[in-house]
Nanobody, 121 residues
Framework: QLQLVESGGGLVQAGGSLRLSCAAS????????MGWFRQAPGKEREFVGR????????LYADSVKGRFTISRDNAKNTVYLQMNSLKPEDTAVYYC??????????????WGQGTQVTVSL
């Protein structure tokens, strides 16, 4: 079973940057597409972005496009979320997830415990 551990969250002022990391427990990490999600208080979890198995393809939610960048290092079993130009509305718990399958059968099967990101004015 793949275990995922996020780190790098914290408190930052609006306009600042943070880089989140998500470390996986096994080398099978490279067999999974990786996604980032977030959940703000009182709101549903929302998709932030996704990166393909080899890192060659990424997809982002419109709300973060141009500000956030996802990358991965399969040699280190780690995926990253670089967040720039942060806004107060980016405040949330951020989760990484490992996805498997393709097409309509694609789904996220492993989740991390989350890391808090708080953006102040």
């Amino acid at each position: 079973q793949l275990q995922l551990v996020e780190s790098g969250g914290g408190l930052v002022q609006a306009g600042g940057s943070l880089r989140l990391s998500c470390a996986a427990s096994e080398r099978t990490f490279s067999s999974y597409a990786m996604g980032w999600f977030r959940q703000a208080p009182g709101k549903e979890r929302e998709f932030v972005g996704r990166i393909s198995l080899n890192g060659g393809s990424t997809l982002y939610a419109d709300s973060v496009k141009g500000r956030f960048t996802i990358s991965r290092d399969n040699a280190k079993n780690t995926v990253y979320l670089q967040m720039n130009s942060l806004k107060p509305e980016d405040t949330a718990v951020y989760y990484c997830a490992a996805g498997a399958g393709s097409g309509i059968n694609f789904g996220y099967v492993y989740w991390g415990q989350g890391t808090q990101v708080t953006v102040s004015l």
